[in-house]
C-alpha cells in the first residue's frame, strides 16, 4: 500500500541555518505530494505542493522538488526563523478504488533557536 | 471568515459518557474528513465523506459514527468513550476527490480528554 517516510526529529536548528526535512514515499500511482506545517495549539495548513514529476513547489521560503526517480520529496529552506519552529509532515494524495485518500507522514517536529 | 471550524475546541469528560463534536465548513467543498492525531502527533484518517456520502472509514471502534447532515457539516459522535481515545481530533475539507490534487483545509482541532 502507499506509505510516507519521514525523517525523525525533532531538528533543532540556530536561526538563520539551512533546512531539510527528508521525505520519501511509496505509491502504485501518480500521486500528488504536499508539505503541511502544524504550528501549536493550531490544526495544519498547507505549506507547499506538487502535483507531477519535477514539479517544485514553493513557499515562504520552503521549497521541494517532486523526485519521481528516487521516490522523494524534501524540504529546504534556505534560512530559518525562530517563527519557523513546528511540526511539519509530508504527505501523498492518490487515487484508490473509493476516491483519493491523503496518506501522512509521522511528522518532523523543528525547533529554531534565536 | 473561519474555513474550517470545530466545536468545542476542548472537551474533558469521565469514561463511558458519550459526546459529540461538530464540525462546519464554508469553502464551498464537496469532501470532509475526520482525523485523530495521537500525542506523539500522528495522524491516522478516521471518516471521509463525499457530499453526504461515507466513502472512506477506516479501521475505527464502532462507537465512533460520523453523521453528514449536508455537504457543509460533518459531525462525530462518540459512544461509551475509553481512555485511549483521548486525543486531538481534526476535521478537514477539500475540494472533491482528485480537485486541486486534493489539498485539504484543517480545523483547529478538538482535544478530547477522558478522565
Known amino acids: 500500500g502507499d506509505s510516507v517516510t519521514q525523517m525523525e526529529g525533532p531538528v533543532t536548528l540556530s536561526e538563520e541555518a539551512f533546512l531539510t526535512i527528508n521525505c520519501t514515499y511509496t505509491a502504485t500511482g501518480y500521486p500528488s505530494l504536499f508539505w503541511y506545517v502544524q504550528y501549536p495549539g493550531e490544526g495544519l495548513q498547507l505549506l507547499l505542493k506538487a502535483t507531477k514529476a519535477d514539479d517544485k513547489g514553493s513557499n515562504k521560503g520552503f521549497e521541494a522538488t517532486y523526485r519521481k526517480e528516487t521516490t522523494s520529496f524534501h524540504l529546504e529552506k534556505g534560512s530559518v526563523q525562530v517563527s519557523d519552529s513546528a511540526v511539519y509532515f509530508c504527505a501523498l494524495s492518490d487515487q484508490w478504488t473509493g476516491g483519493f485518500k491523503t496518506i501522512f507522514g509521522a511528522g518532523t517536529r523543528l525547533f529554531v533557536k534565536a | ?115
Open chain 2, 1 to 115: 471568515d473561519t474555513a474550517v471550524s470545530q466545536t468545542p475546541k476542548y472537551l474533558v469528560t469521565q469514561m463511558g459518557n458519550d459526546k459529540s463534536i461538530k464540525c462546519e465548513q464554508n469553502l464551498g467543498h464537496d469532501t470532509m474528513y475526520w482525523y485523530k492525531q495521537d500525542s506523539k502527533k500522528f495522524l491516522k484518517i478516521m471518516f471521509s465523506y463525499n457530499n453526504k456520502e461515507l466513502i472512506i472509514n477506516e479501521t475505527v471502534p464502532n462507537r465512533f459514527s460520523p453523521k453528514s447532515p449536508d455537504k457543509a457539516h460533518l459531525n462525530l459522535h462518540i459512544n461509551s468513550l475509553e481512555l485511549g481515545d483521548s486525543a486531538v481530533y481534526f476535521c478537514a475539507s477539500s475540494q472533491g476527490p482528485g480537485q486541486g490534487g486534493n489539498e485539504q483545509f484543517f480545523g483547529p482541532g478538538t482535544r478530547l480528554t477522558v478522565l
